[in-house]
T-cell receptor, first 114, second 115 residues
Framework: AQSVTQLGSHVSVSEGALVLLRCNYS??????LFWYVQYPNQGLQLLLKYTTGATLVKGINGFEAEFKKSETSFHLTKPSAHMSDAAEYFCAVSVAGGSYIPTFGRGTSLIVHP | GAGVSQSPSNKVTEKGKDVELRCDPI?????LYWYRQSLGQGLEFLIY????????KSGLPSDRFSAERTGGSVSTLTIQRTQQEDSAVYLC?????????????FGNGTRLTVT
């Protein structure tokens, strides 16, 4: 079975600073990886996804993530944080053996200070 | 276009009562998912529907939970004899197909509070 671990339930950065949200996965078969963002009182929205091909994936709002098979990681980064980036971020994995039903991590709350 | 619609947005119920939560997926989406989001617990998979196939109920936490999807569209999640531990946000999502790279489109959720 697949699983996802997000290190750090809360990450705090200053506006303009680098954002790094960590995600590690566990899967015995090639995974498909996703990052979603959730703003208060809203559902989740897709930020970016990795399926096959290029390991560096660019998403919306200036976010990107790199799939590193050797490290079983899919960390999310953004060079410069904006106040509007404050939200909950979820990493998810789906695999063939799991009928492609996504398994989500526990989420990381990003706090951006002025 | 219209997104995934869930109703009600908030529901307060007394312990022991039954509740029904509704999800209206994006038109044409064949896959429909229910997840439960509890504070600090992330998203917990509950049940999955794909077209006319038998649903995957492997995530339902107890036999008090059930769901159906009528006509391949609207879905209802029913919780019988609610308990306080059922308090959570229930999220519905749909996707066009069951393809491996097909992302989920989420509704805004139903916040259930059991008193």
């Amino acid at each position: 079975a697949q699983s996802v671990t997000q290190l750090g339930s809360h990450v705090s950065v200053s506006e303009g600073a680098l954002v790094l949200l960590r995600c590690n996965y566990s899967s015995s078969v090639p995974p498909y990886l996703f990052w979603y963002v959730q703003y208060p009182n809203q559902g989740l929205q897709l930020l970016l996804k990795y399926t096959t091909g290029a390991t560096l994936v660019k998403g919306i709002n200036g976010f990107e993530a790199e799939f590193k098979k050797s490290e079983t990681s899919f960390h999310l980064t953004k060079p410069s944080a904006h106040m509007s980036d404050a939200a909950e971020y979820f990493c998810a994995v789906s695999v063939a053996g799991g009928s492609y039903i996504p398994t989500f991590g526990r989420g990381t709350s990003l706090i951006v200070h002025p | 276009g219209a997104g995934v619609s869930q109703s009600p947005s908030n529901k307060v119920t007394e312990k022991g009562k039954d509740v029904e939560l509704r999800c209206d997926p994006i038109s044409g989406h064949t896959a429909l998912y229910w997840y439960r989001q509890s504070l600090g617990q992330g998203l917990e998979f509950l049940i999955y529907f794909q077209g006319n196939s038998a649903p995957d109920k492997s995530g339902l936490p107890s036999d008090r939970f059930s769901a159906e999807r009528t006509g391949g569209s609207v879905s209802t999640l029913t919780i019988q004899r609610t308990q306080q531990e059922d308090s959570a946000v229930y999220l519905c999502a749909s996707s066009p197909t069951v393809q491996k790279n097909s992302p989920l489109h989420f509704g805004n959720g139903t916040r259930l509070t059991v008193t």
